[in-house]
């Protein structure tokens, strides 16, 4: 019998990576590819902020295709809608029926997602939605993944918590405020080992660099970029990139 057609939507980042594994266990997808949106400008997995050639070599290593949607620095919901349309199409064409997620908890994020996605006939999936984040973190851990903190958003975490491998010790140093598997939008990763690779991923701590985004100038224009999609403005906060050198 043959498997469903599926896009898999790739932030390079843990989420990502524990849902791809239970995805390649269950067997009823076959994925497609990978999809990942990057800056046009800057050419780095948006809002991770990792270099698009360690975003290569995770998908060479997953063995599996990759498809970049590049997206302007701060794009607007428009451009935004439009880029997604634009690259989705030609996947529908290849037989593509359902597109695949990381998410957890964000309701109003995963009703965004189904509804876009039924205006062009795909069907959104989430293999580890609603599952305790606590839990996910630790099965990810178990599971032989290893991951770095590549942004840190500075309303819940400082510097400190930048270019981290994420492991016990720093599970029991997070604040009680921010969600283990920072679903919040509190910090972003960059997986670079782990059961869904052929090889681990080599980089080097680089840099880390504070940067604090400026809002548009239309109201509203970009609500589905803000971390926690709720009406509090995210342009109050910076973040904290650290870079990540490919080896």
Known sequence: MSLN???FNWSGGKDSAL???KILQN???EVL???TSISEKFQRISMHGVRKELLVQQANSTGLALTIMEVPEMPTMESYETAMRNTLEPLVDQGAEASIFGDIFL???RSYRENKLAEIGLKGIFPIWKQPTLDLIREFIDLGFKTVTTCVNEKYLDQSFAGRVIDENFLKELPKNVDPCGE???FHTFVFDGPIFSNPISYSIGETVYRKYEAPKKDNSNDCFQDDHKKEDPYAYGFWFTDLIPI
């Open 19 to 21: 849902a791809l594994y």
């Open 184 to 186: 919040n939008g509190e």
């Open 33 to 35: 590819t990978l999809l």
């Open 107 to 109: 309701e109003d994020l």
């Open 27 to 29: 067997k009823e997808f």
């Open 5 to 7: 057609k599926a896009i």
